[in-house]
């Protein structure tokens, strides 16, 4: 079965630190998608960065780098020098190939709070 | 593009009675979703629409709920009955292609008391 998990409930840093957030997921799919969203008090969700299950390459964008490892079933997200304007909920999701739909599976979220 | 657009923001329902809640997808998206967000958690799905055909319903969308997509462009979900059970926030998306992320409305709160 397919499933999620961010084990961090709740994170807290002060500006300017490093964060990571971890992600872990569950499938049986040699092909799926992996997305992460964030989610601020607004309530919209905001695509973050979507990766498929053959590119395993790190990816850097600006502040924010993600690391893939199929080894460990883990895409984690890392905010370089957090700033205040990064809290938000953070949402790791996965979907697999052999849905047609293309629904998501969520995580359970992390909830990031950068104090000035 | 003007994003998904949902309505409306927030309802506020007493239990026994039914809500509708609309969303319009962006334009060109024929790929459409409805989720369910409770306090605390991950977003789950509940149903998906490729045109206007529904193709896919989870067992979360019990007899209660109906949505629809006439003429594949918006869509509505319909909760009859409401109970105390249902208060969550509602989020619609849209997407063109499945390989890509969708674009989540801002959801519509809804509480039932």
């Known amino acids: 079965a397919q499933k999620v998990t961010q084990a961090q409930t709740e994170i807290s840093v002060v500006e300017k630190e490093d964060v990571t957030l971890d992600c872990v997921y569950e499938?049986?799919?040699?092909?799926?998608?992996l997305f992460w969203y964030k989610q601020p008090p607004s309530g919209e969700l905001v695509f973050l960065i979507r990766?498929?299950?053959?590119?395993?390459q790190n990816e850097i964008s600006g502040r924010y780098s993600w690391n893939f490892q199929k080894s460990t079933s883990s895409f984690n997200f890392t905010i370089t020098a957090s700033q205040v304007v990064d809290s938000a909920v953070y949402f790791c999701a996965l979907s697999e190939g052999s849905s047609n739909t293309g629904k998501l599976i969520f995580g359970q979220g992390t909830t990031l709070q950068v104090k000035p | 593009d003007t994003g998904v657009s949902q309505d409306p923001r927030h309802k506020i329902t007493k239990r026994g009675q039914n809500v509708t809640f609309r969303c319009d997808p962006i334009s060109e998206h024929n790929r459409l979703y409805w989720y369910r967000q409770t306090l605390g958690q991950g977003p789950e799905f509940l149903t998906y629409f490729q045109n206007e055909a529904q193709l896919e319903k989870s067992r979360l969308l019990s007899d209660r709920f109906s949505a629809e997509r006439p003429k594949g462009s918006f869509s509505t979900l319909e909760i009859q009955r409401t109970e105390q059970g249902d208060s969550a926030m509602y989020l619609c998306?849209?997407?063109?292609?499945?390989?890509?992320?969708?674009?989540f409305g801002s959801g519509t709160r809804l509480t039932v008391v």
């Open positions: 990766r498929n299950s053959f590119d395993e």
């Open positions: 998306a849209s997407s063109l292609d499945t390989l890509y992320g969708y674009t």
């Open positions: 499938t049986r799919d040699t092909t799926y998608y």
